[in-house]
């Protein structure tokens, strides 16, 4: 429990107060109690807890995170998806497999069957509330690989794309970094906006989402993962992840859909990234 300002004694007593420790009631009874004060509530990131044996697991996939984060030897791919089930087989088909590879797909509430084909592809699907940076933190957390690669479900990795991934990370230096843009589109519109997207990843080591972002797992933790934020919570991301290191821009191209510039509009989508 966190409070934001100060709040009288007798209420911040009673939010302790009367409480079934240990239970599975405790999270219930603390709303009730907040509520009936009007306090406004506010949920984080639902994470796990470690208090008997059964959950060293948990505390394994931790001990992992705190391994040389220049010894990167696995990677978790994590997919947020909603409604994609148009989309994802090709994604998930996109990532291949490997022991080397793991492959978490975080569904946002789908009313279409996309979890079951991650499911039947292998994927390991996990439950969330939107937006996407929720669903990719609640990813990251579950992963268990030394880097992240954040894919968007309409998005395609380029061949043997782990590789380069496993190349770059090598280098001390660097701590994140993402593929060029090559849209899945034969438009002159799209042409432009593809070649502005790559000069300015490379100029500025500023790649967006749909460049498949991936970093070293102890990286993406200390800087404490997506901003909860409805859009460009992967250029807030990166943002931070500069603090800590370079970001490089692999050559090897990941081939996005076209369909939020060709469903939004050329301008409008491009005019909404901008402010």
């Keep these: 429990i966190g409070l934001k300002n100060p709040v009288p004694g007798r209420i911040a007593g009673d939010l302790f107060h009367g409480i079934a420790w240990g239970s599975g009631q405790v999270l219930d009874q603390t709303v009730e109690i907040a509520r009936r004060h009007r306090l406004r ?13 059964r959950d060293l697991p948990v505390w394994e996939r931790a001990v992992k995170r705190l391994s040389p984060p220049w010894d990167v030897k696995s990677i978790s791919v994590v997919v947020p998806a909603l409604n994609e089930a148009d989309q ?5 088909n996109s ?9 978490l797909v975080v569904d946002g509430g789908s009313r279409d069957n996309t979890a079951a084909i991650a ?3 292998g994927a ?9 940076s929720r669903q990719m933190n609640i990813g990251a957390y579950e992963a268990a690989g030394g880097a992240l690669l954040f894919l968007h479900a309409d998005t395609r990795l380029p061949a043997r794309f782990d590789d380069h991934v496993f190349r770059a990370l090598k280098r001390k230096d660097i701590v994140a970094g993402a593929f060029s843009l090559g849209i899945d589109s034969r438009s002159p519109r799209l042409r432009y906006i593809e070649r502005l997207a790559n000069w300015r990843s490379r100029r500025l080591g500023m790649p967006y989402g749909d460049q498949a972002i991936f970093a070293r ?6 800087v404490g993962g997506f901003p909860k934020i409805p859009i460009m919570e992967d250029f807030a991301f990166i943002r931070r992840v ?21 469903n ?5 989508t491009t005019l909404t990234n901008q402010m």
């Design 95 to 103: 990532i291949g497999t490997g022991c080397h590879l793991e492959v």
């Design 264 to 268: 939004l509009g050329f301008l409008t």
């Design 119 to 121: 499911t039947s592809m």
């Design 217 to 222: 797992s102890e990286t993406f933790y200390r």
């Design 242 to 262: 500069k603090k800590k290191g370079r970001v490089v821009i692999l050559p090897s191209p990941v081939e996005p859909s076209p369909r939020r510039w060709e």
């Design 124 to 132: 390991r699907v996990l439950k969330s509330r939107p937006p996407r």
């Design 41 to 53: 509530l506010e949920f984080l990131d639902r994470l796990e807890d470690i208090d008997l044996p």
């Design 88 to 92: 994802i087989s090709g994604a998930l």
